[in-house]
């Protein structure tokens, strides 16, 4: 992909980027103006409700709405037979939105109801009659590993296992990364240490429940306002589950309410469309926090065994993991990226990585935030600080005599570019935090942490106004602040004011297809098409600048939003500012707009290390976060700001996954915990302030050297915190999170060691 | 169901209604008056995001009925800018960059107002205490303590 760059990022002085401007939907959000994706309505709109399965595992014998049917202000009612049963590519999407034969967890939708109230609506799925055969369940990935297990697809054969197994299980596949053989390694090693871990289920937690609005109308063509991160995808799943042409589906991304990954697949934008065609009129679903519990993705649970050795210099010779994540009723736990992550901060001769994607009787997961990175860095940092201290080493001067750098061959394959692990190290290692003094029962704790980053289809279009604005219009759901940043790049590179472009995320008819706003790509990505689309512009104001001088195009160069005559020898005129040519537009050519359509590759990967300091409570194992630091690098960071953001944000979350967070389920497969009360996120007076670092090596991928910043932040903080909790406990503890009881058993069980000893 | 007629001062302007008994009053605001700036992040009194003020206190609007509305004072994020100027909460928001994703915004603003509205001088703490019946998912709570922080000492000088 030609750049035609001439920017070094290194030493390039920006005008805009690198500045904190305020956001352009600010004032919307401040205000209470801004429209989520329960702020919708339309005329005569009907509300949805969901019926979900109270099992974790039974075979649904039949379903009869007829009761349901008869009450009045009932408009429709839909089951599985409402879809397409179509591809298998979407079979396990569909068989998720809406049960089919059987019911794979305890919140599965088997039914939904279109009713003129929401009332009615919940009386109407009380008269649904399903006729469950309870089956048995299992829920724990190990005890789902096992022979006997009760299985969840009779047809599920392990895949990439040599040769194939003769009989199903729920185990869907396996994957191996890596290169030389630890087993070699772990001979020229001075110390080996061998572990297992445990991390339960965690959910992204957004605080806007997923919502939609869908009108069908009876032409077969629909729209759907929704909150997610990928309108595109929407489109394309619903179209096909509903057996519609994808043009005659149009979507428009509402506002959103968090994302982190979970609204990246469908749950009740295509039982929303069925209804609202089956009854002829609009329908809103808007899910309730125990629906987004039960039933919306969470993140896998794991469960890891993870062998280092190292020699007394602090070189790692053999690295060796096997992972098991289960991830819900369907195939796609997350583990291929968590086996691919494992090692990836390393410079390794003998590594290698094993998974395992293993399917339970609970909801099927759906990416978080670095998917399948952040528990396979707990185990492997947590090994790595044991070493450390086994062999008398600092714990960063360890990573540093190991870390990855340019040139070297990650151990999930390819040779990484430039990379700014090393400078990540070393800013922490002067950073105060890292010296200053620890009070009692206090504990520091470092670790660190990789993130790929994608690329992926994009595309930006750009319209200069008559009055020399900019309309910049955007195919990426805006999950943290990407409109500022996409008006910044775009005025940056047509040198006229923040405040002169406007951006906004089109709908799906407005503007071609583009991925998911996840894997850290926007920044990234949209970035990149916006800087390309401006300078697709940039050529065609040029263009008719020369037509106005009559000189030739090549003549003419654009310098701080102006078109200018090459030199004195190309002519002597006056430069024309970007509303002059705009002004004049429809007199030299008609409308100026640029384009940008790409397949982004060149997302350079990123590195974080955090560092945490944690107070225990020895009478009742609480654990306090004392102070915290994210050191991460950015590539370069649009907006210092949101990039902090994103780090304080991904910390966070971090800090709740270690702590406090985790599905619970009873004996008899329900989720225990599913609401803000039981399942408990962080809140601000859990916290210190979280300070931040923004290491900037430029990713040579990027015109600007940006890299993605969103998901890194919450690989190192598991680990980070362990170590803490372990140092200041002076007991290793291996299983999240560590809540009060087990932290207090930890302790316990220390005691219990020594008085034997 | 049977419906109540409620009537009540939002926002500093009468406002009547009718709702159903069981109704609450953030389905009152939301779904019958148009104004969705409260949030619905969970509907049991755990996240904040509905918050209101009824006769200055703080309230989860999730948790009260419409009916109870009746005869009352409620204040919302649609009535904290005076006219097209923001308050000082609501300026400070947005230059700290305190909100990423601005569900939570509603809400916390309205917290914040109402802790300095009885405190114009509060520690650290004082504000982590205040907000922690507030969840924000995407900030890690660091920029919207220090834009309240600022609001507070923008407010004292008056
Ligand atoms: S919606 Fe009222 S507290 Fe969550
Ligand atoms: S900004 Fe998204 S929940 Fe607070």
């Known amino acids: ?272 469309l069925a209804l609202s065609r089956k009854a002829g009129k609009p329908v809103k679903i808007v899910m309730s926090r125990e629906e987004v519990f039960r039933a919306s993705g969470p993140t896998s649970s794991s469960s890891m065994d993870v062998k280092i050795g190292v020699t007394k210099a602090g070189r790692i010779t053999g690295a060796l993991a096997e992972i098991r994540m289960q991830g819900g009723a369907f195939a796609g736990a997350p583990v291929e990226l968590g086996a691919m992550s494992a090692f990836a901060c390393y410079d390794l001769e003998h590594v290698k990585s094993v998974g395992w994607d293993v399917v339970t009787n609970r909801p099927k997961q759906a990416a978080y935030r670095a998917p399948g990175a952040p528990m396979v860095a707990f185990a492997v940092e947590s090994v790595l600080d044991e070493l450390a201290r086994k062999i008398g080493m600092d714990p960063i001067e360890l990573r540093l005599k190991n870390a990855a750098k340019e040139g070297t061959q990650s151990s999930y394959g390819p040779k990484y570019n430039r990379i700014g692990l090393r400078q990540c190290l070393e800013a922490t290692r002067n950073h105060p935090h890292y010296t200053a003094p620890l009070g009692p029962n206090e504990g520091r704790g470092v670790a660190a942490g990789f993130w790929f980053n994608f690329g992926g289809q994009t595309c930006v279009s750009l319209n200069i106004n008559i009055d020399g604005t900019v309309a910049l219009a955007v195919g990426t759901p805006d ?78 160069v654009w310098e701080n939003g102006h078109a200018k005559p090459s030199s004195p020898n190309a002519g002597d005129f006056a430069p024309l500012s970007l509303a002059d040519i705009a002004k004049k537009a429809g007199n030299t050519g008609g409308p100026i707009a640029g384009h940008f359509e790409v397949n982004a590759d060149g997302a350079g990967v990123s590195f974080a290390i955090h560092l945490a300091d944690a107070a225990v409570d020895p009478e009742t194992g609480r654990v306090q976060i004392k102070r915290y630091t994210v050191i991460q690098d950015a590539g370069k960071a649009v907006h210092p700001s949101y990039v902090e953001g994103q780090f304080q944000g991904g910390a966070v979350q971090g800090i709740g996954w270690a702590l406090n967070e985790e599905y619970v389920y009873g004996k008899d497969g329900r989720l225990q915990n599913a609401g803000f009360l039981d399942y408990r996120i962080p809140v601000a007076s859990d916290l210190p302030m979280i300070d931040t670092v923004i290491v900037e090596v430029p990713n040579p991928g990027h015109p600007y050297g940006v890299r993605g910043v969103g998901e890194t932040s919450i690989v190192p903080p598991l680990a980070a915190i362990a170590n803490a909790v372990s140092a200041a406990a002076d007991v290793r503890l291996t299983e999240l999170p560590m809540s009060p009881p087990r932290v207090l058993k930890a302790i316990d069980g220390k005691a219990a060691g020594k008085a034997r000893r | 169901m049977s419906t109540v007629r409620v009537s009540t001062t939002i926002n500093g302007d009468a406002v009547a209604y009718l709702c159903e008994v069981d109704e609450t009053l953030l389905d009152v605001l939301r779904d019958r008056l148009g104004l969705t700036g409260s949030k619905e992040g969970c509907s049991t009194g755990d996240c904040g995001a509905c918050s209101v003020m009824l006769d200055g206190r703080v309230v989860c609007s999730c948790l009260v009925l419409g009916a109870e509305a009746e005869g009352r004072d409620i204040r919302t994020v649609e009535g904290l800018a005076a006219g097209d100027k923001l308050h000082p909460l609501q300026e400070k928001f947005l230059e700290f960059a305190a909100l990423q994703c601005g569900v939570c915004t509603p809400g916390f603003l309205v917290a914040a107002k109402a802790l300095l509205d009885r405190n114009p001088d509060p520690s650290e703490t004082e504000i982590r205490f205040a907000l922690a019946g507030n969840l924000c998912r995407c900030t890690g709570y660091d920029k919207i303590v220090r834009a309240v922080q600022s609001a507070a000492a923008e407010l004292r000088k008056g």
């Open chain 1, 1 to 272: 992909m030609p750049l035609d760059s001439n920017i070094d990022p290194a030493t390039h002085k920006f005008n805009l980027v690198g500045t904190r401007p305020l956001r352009p939907d600010g004032v919307d959000k401040v205000t209470g103006r801004a429209k989520f994706g329960a702020d919708a309505n339309a005329p005569g709109m009907l509300v949805g409700k969901i019926l979900r399965s109270p099992h974790p595992h039974a075979r649904i014998r039949s379903i009869n709405t007829a009761k349901a049917a008869k009450l009045p202000g009932v408009k429709a009612i839909v089951t599985a037979a409402d879809f397409k049963e179509g591809k298998r590519a979407l079979r396990d999407v569909l068989c998720n939105v809406m049960a089919r034969g059987k019911a794979l967890y305890d919140g599965h939708a088997v039914a939904a109801v279109a009713a003129t109230s929401a009332s009615v609506a919940r009386k109407a799925l009380k008269l649904i009659q399903v006729d469950y055969e309870i089956l048995p369940h299992v829920t724990d990935v190990d005890e789902a590993m096992k022979p006997g297990a009760p299985l969840l697809h009779d047809d599920m054969i392990t895949a990439h296992v040599d040769p194939a197994p003769k009989k199903p299980s729920n185990v869907a596949a396996r994957c191996e990364f890596g290169h030389g053989d630890p087993e070699v390694g772990f001979k020229q090693a001075d110390v080996v240490i061998e572990r297992s871990f445990r991390t339960e289920a965690t959910h992204q937690g957004y605080i806007e429940p997923h919502a939609c609005l869908a009108s069908m109308g009876m032409d077969g063509q629909g729209e759907l306002w929704v909150c997610t991160q990928g309108h595109y995808m929407v489109r394309n799943t619903c179209a096909a589950l509903l057996g519609m042409d994808v043009s005659k589906l149009r979507v428009t991304a509402s506002e959103i309410g968090g994302g982190f990954g979970g609204k990246t697949t469908v749950f009740i934008e295509p039982v929303a």
């Open chain 1, 479 to 556: 999950i943290g602040g990407s409109r500022a940043s996409m008006c910044m790049i775009a005025a940056e590179e047509l040198g006229i004011p923040y405040d002169k472009v406007r951006a906004i995320v089109a709908d799906t008819s407005s503007l071609g297809y583009n991925d998911i706003s996840e894997g850290s790509r926007v920044t990234f990505s949209t970035g990149l098409a916006t800087i390309q689309a401006a300078r697709d512009a940039i050529g065609k104001l040029c263009a008719r600048a020369a037509k106005t001088w009559g000189i030739s195009p090549e003549a003419v």
